[in-house]
């Protein structure tokens, strides 16, 4: 199995930025993608964020804000986030699409979230 831990959420004022980071741990054979979905109180999980061969993918609302990183060496994404504004408060994901042997199938796993809050 696969295990994502994020860390680096917290509370700022808008126009500020955070820096968000997720590892993922456990039996990995090949991670396909890796990125970013948040959720907001009320809405469905959005895409953020995805890497994946080398194509990076945003959403139309972060584009030019924020900045996905990925090392495939070590299995990490972080997430740069600028120029913060309220609607970007949400509980953000970490997600890899990974399998856990040779034979295995691609499965996609989630972290636990973190929470970003942007204050006025």
């Known amino acids: 199995q696969v295990q994502l831990v994020e860390s680096g959420g917290g509370l700022v004022q808008e126009g500020g930025s955070l820096r968000l980071s997720c590892a993922a741990s456990?039996?990995?054979?090949?991670?396909?993608?890796m990125g970013w979905y948040r959720q907001a109180p009320g809405k469905q999980r959005e895409l953020v964020a995805t890497?994946?061969?080398?194509?990076?993918n945003y959403a139309d609302s972060v584009k030019g804000r924020f900045a996905i990183a990925r090392d495939n060496a070590e299995n990490t994404v972080s997430l740069e986030m600028n120029s913060l504004k309220p609607e970007d408060t949400a509980v953000y994901y970490c997600?890899?699409?990974?399998?856990?042997?040779?034979?295995?199938?691609?499965?996609?796993?989630w972290g636990p979230g973190t929470q970003v809050t942007v204050s006025t």
């Open positions: 890497s994946s061969s080398g194509i990076v």
């Open positions: 997600n890899a699409v990974a399998k856990y042997n040779s034979v295995s199938r691609y499965l996609s796993y």
């Open positions: 456990g039996s990995i054979f090949s991670v396909n993608a």
